[in-house]
């Protein structure tokens, strides 16, 4: 399905390593305490966009072809991915086109026209969004830049970890959340690569659980009417994502919706800095979980900070 | 009334060095651009406590005699400075007693109780809670570590200065915000040394402006009535910290309620960190003056962290 290996994500890294934040490693001298291990978090809730969608969007566009630069890209999402592929697009004067469900919160709608992207607005399904997007290529010849099942996406994805072990080498544990799963495939690779010895697990919401079933069953089942607050971790896995899953991670483990809020609130108390639900569910997992990470080194991926603040969950 | 120099901060920032964190500084393309200057944050609000009060109470608490340490520290408070003490004591085994109003939040008497401080409530009157911290003293013997009239408490505060100017060398303007005046004090005095160049400024809410009046007026102004949602800057300049001020720092500005909350949350959705109402009046002064500070290096101390997640005003 992929042939995405460590090479890519190293190639990855030093395209866009003058374009994106090498963001910071935190550590809270409390939270460790709480929960008897040595959390480390990195912090891509301060990359550009306030997510660590910005690299994967700005490694696939950087990717394209003289000829599609000029076309542009196009995606649909209502989240990190439009903001992040906007801004990439926008930084080499490429022209983006996002679809956009028209009840998408007013910030996002906000953050995507901000960066100069043109916006279509469709009904909140994913059928309107796949054939308003498919409208939108036909008519302006953009490149279709999926927000996870893109080998480059993937590897932009990665380069968050490489960075992560250069600051906390050889942990014990990664965690990264899993929504569709370019951020955990990206993770895993390099992870397997650069510290063989440390165990790849990925985090999801028990309402939202089709990367854990699909991991244990082995079939890929698809996120049917997902509840969570994690916002970001809705969608399913495709095959590519899930291939690079099976073969790289260790385990995928789940959070109850009180665990990532008050993991949420804790992360804002504690440490002073702002992540979103979704970004709150790795430490969610090890406060559910805590046997598994006990006198561990735990280093985790903070996704995003996107959070709303006029709707806040606590 | 104090002959407190640039020596006696240089050692106590040797004192205190591997008791505090040395925090880093943030930038942010997004705000710098909006205001025309180039902005840079002194994350203070991941200092332990959550604010730089921690710096002094430190500096403070080591500087006790051998029979001192075993009476103990008191202090009234109801707020940062009281959870600084509370932890400065007990990471030396140092006892600590707290006098608090019986209305203060939550949240704050429980980070005080938390740092195993022994706690007395009193009436919510600066009257009650002077005589209840008198009452503690005569009865415990402990050392009476006031919040900001104490030259090693401004000698520890502005140590942050120290740091921030070797991370920011010879910026245009630092700005601090304004209560007692310990960090503005310290700061200036740091800031006047190492950069005899740099304009140093004081942040002060309109809704409580007595250090600009005293500053200007030349004469000391009681803060009466005070009216601002930043809780930390409601008290008055002492002797010492009006004649350290007077003597080294160039101007008090003021900012409107509504544009420091607008500065609050300006920082929280930028910049992804928490910031308590205090640490946003810097800001807020930039944006009420932004013809004083365009196109200028402007360095500001994010004073803390500890916003009431409950209420937040915006």
Redesign the interface.
């Known amino acids: 399905m992929s042939a995405l290996c460590y090479q890519d994500i190293a190639e990855a890294a030093g395209r866009i390593r003058l374009l994106v934040h090498k963001t910071?490693v935190f550590t809270s001298g409390s939270i460790n305490t709480i929960l008897g291990a040595g959390i480390y978090f990195k912090c891509e809730?301060?990359q550009k966009v306030?997510a660590f969608k910005f690299r994967g969007a700005t490694n696939a566009v950087l990717g394209l072809d003289n000829v599609s630069k000029r076309k542009g890209v196009a995606t649909h999402s209502s989240g990190n991915h439009a903001a992040a592929l906007a801004l990439a697009a926008s930084m080499h004067m490429i022209p983006s086109y996002i679809v956009m469900p028209e009840n998408a919160p007013e910030i996002k709608k906000r953050a995507v026209a901000g960066y100069g992207a043109k916006i279509y607005f469709c009904k909140p399904t994913l059928e309107a969004r796949e054939q308003t997007l498919e409208q939108v290529v036909n008519k302006t010849g953009a490149v279709f830049i999926h927000p996870y099942d893109n080998d480059k996406v993937i590897a932009g994805q990665g380069t968050a970890a490489l960075e992560l072990l250069d600051q906390i080498p050889a942990p014990d544990i990664v965690i990264a959340p899993v929504g569709g799963g370019g951020l955990l495939s990206g993770t895993a690779i390099t992870v397997k690569h650069l510290s063989p010895s440390t165990k790849i697990f990925g985090a999801e919401p028990a309402g939202a659980d089709d990367a854990a079933r699909s991991f244990y069953s082995g079939k890929l089942v698809p996120s049917v009417n997902p509840v969570t607050i994690a916002d970001g971790l809705l969608t399913s896995l495709s095959e590519r994502t899930f291939s690079i899953i099976r073969k790289n991670v260790d385990e995928i483990l789940t959070a109850r919706e009180e665990t990532i809020i008050h993991a949420m609130?804790m992360i804002?108390?504690r440490?002073?800095?702002?992540?979103e639900p979704s970004a709150a569910v790795p430490l969610a997992v090890v406060m559910e979980h805590t046997e598994n990470f006990r006198n561990k080194t735990v280093a985790m991926i903070l996704s995003g900070?996107n959070a709303d603040?006029?709707h806040?969950p606590?």
Chains 1, 2 share one sequence.
């Open positions: 910071p809730n301060f306030g609130r804002w108390e440490m002073k800095i702002i992540v900070g603040l006029d806040l606590f």
